[in-house]
C-alpha cells in the first residue's frame, strides 16, 4: 500500500509523513526530491510550475508508486499534487493507494 499526504506548501505533510512512517515501519518519501533541476531552477526563481512543468514530475512519483508496490515496500509519499487531475494520474491502475489531502 502506498498513502500519499496531500496538501499546500507548509501544512506539515512532510512532518506528518515521516512520523506516520517512522510509526508504522514504512519507507518515506518527500515528492519535491523528484522535481527535474529545471522545475527546481523555476521555483527558485519564483516561476509557478505549469501543468507541462509538472508532468515529468508526476511521471516520476508515479514510477515511486509503482515501485513500491511491485516491491510490497509500503510507502508514504508526502506530495503537493493538488489538482485533482494529478491525483487521478497518480492513482491509475491500482486500488492500492490512499490520498489524505489537507487543507
Given at each position: 500500500?502506498v498513502i ?13 509523513g ?7 515501519g514504512?519507507?518515506f518519501?518527500d515528492?519535491?526530491d523528484?522535481?527535474p533541476?529545471?522545475?527546481?531552477e523555476?521555483?527558485?526563481n ?8 509538472r ?5 516520476e512519483?508515479r514510477?515511486l ?5 511491485n ?14 487531475s ?8 491500482t486500488d492500492?493507494?490512499?490520498?489524505f489531502?489537507g487543507?
Amino acid at each position: 500500500m502506498v498513502i500519499i499526504i496531500m496538501g499546500v506548501e507548509g501544512t506539515g505533510k512532510t512532518t506528518i509523513g515521516k512520523m506516520l512512517a517512522e510509526k508504522l515501519g514504512w519507507k518515506f518519501y518527500d515528492a519535491d526530491d523528484y522535481h527535474p533541476v529545471a522545475n527546481i531552477e523555476k521555483m527558485r526563481n519564483g516561476i509557478p510550475l505549469d501543468d507541462g512543468d509538472r508532468r515529468p514530475w508526476l511521471n516520476e512519483i508515479r514510477n515511486l508508486i509503482n515501485s513500491s508496490l511491485n516491491l510490497n515496500e509500503p510507502s508514504i509519499i508526502a506530495c503537493s499534487a493538488l489538482k485533482n487531475s494529478y491525483r487521478e494520474f497518480l492513482k491509475q491502475r491500482t486500488d492500492n493507494i490512499r490520498l489524505f489531502k489537507g487543507r
